[in-house]
């Protein structure tokens, strides 16, 4: 017993769409304990509709469309939904008054085109849509069997997904028991490493703990059923607790908590403040601090110094030095991290300088490298290289920059 996600729309084959809805539709089903095992993305075109649906009704018992309640005539969803079942359209005057009347309010005439949005097939319910003009359906045309449609317009798919799709699911038995989760976030340490120093909890099966990683990040979910959020942390947080001891300084945080909140949260804490220098990032670390809405309690700015020049005159740079060694080095890093730190008055000063690429490196100095200057309140500076590669892109190479360089101002924080 399962759901499978329908998505309808020759734009997203295209990949003219990201598919957003598929990715709603499962955290939703998995945060209901819904099992789902099944995505299918479909163009417009009824008769694939149909082989679709036929191998969906096989294997799953909710069947989810997204997408094709429109009024154009590429909107298909509900047609072949009908066709399929041999059961003919019903117009629903509820549903035209509802069209009608949101036409009016945008002061705008209802077109003839839109009638096409008030059919239902013979014995479906309304699946109300209160902010757009397309409803879906509700509907059990074979026992066991349930369909739900919905618009592909985000915002009006979730509104209906949680006004009405979730307590009918739940009349229906589904999601009676719910799954929980916590993530951990790591930095510092890679999927394979975290891995291998948390490898017993993976044989866990309740709480499960399963990985997953992102650009320069490793998280770790861990689930349990629970009938309500208390009773399933009961059984999350110890092995939370456990798995956050064995990672020590590696683990920053945990579900939305971003970096640069966690790392803003410890400067506050502290009564510190903080600046910035970037040459290669381009502004991306300062960004990312004013990301988090009141942080010029203790982000008090930073300098873009990308050439040469700027490093000089705003970063007080030594320019004997730059033609000695060249702006991408350690040398030159401590110096902005000083100059910055002095410059502005903070307690800690950041900077960043190094090959980006895709081109700019040498055997000496490879696309890629990066380093990290760190001033602190002590009046010292220490340097880090970091080696990014160039096989991820300059765009890869500017983000991991940043991030480095609030997880080590984390570390220190913490130390």
Sequence with gaps: MSAEIICVGTELLLGEILNSNAQFLAQELAQLGIPHYFQTVVGDNIARIHQVMAQALERSSILIFTGGLGPTPDDLTTEAIATFFQVPLVEQPSILADISEKFQQLGREMGANNRKQALLPEGADILPNPT????????????????????????????????TAIPYLKSLGWGQQALYSQTLRFRGISESALATKVAPFFDLTNPTVAPYASLGEVRLRVTSPGANETEALAVIEPVCQQIQAIAGLD??????????????????????????AESCTGGQLGALFTDVAGSSDYFWGGVIAYANPAKIDLLGVDPELIADVGAVSPEVAEQMALGVQARLGTDWGLSLTGIAGPGGGSPEKPVGLVYLGIAGPDGKATVQAHHFGDRRGREAVRYLSACTALDQLRRQLLA
Excluded at 145 to 150: E, G, R
Excluded at 152 to 157: I, Q, R
Excluded at 252 to 259: A, I, P, Q, T, Y
């Design 132 to 163: 757009g003009t397309a409803p879906g359906l509700l509907w059990q045309p074979q026992p066991g069997k349930s369909l739900l449609t919905f618009p592909g317009v985000p915002s009006e798919m979730k509104r209906m997904w949680r006004d």
């Design 251 to 276: 683990y920053f945080g945990r579900n939305e908590d971003s970096l640069a909140a966690v790392v803003g949260a410890l400067l506050r804490e502290k009564q510190q403040t903080v600046a910035v």
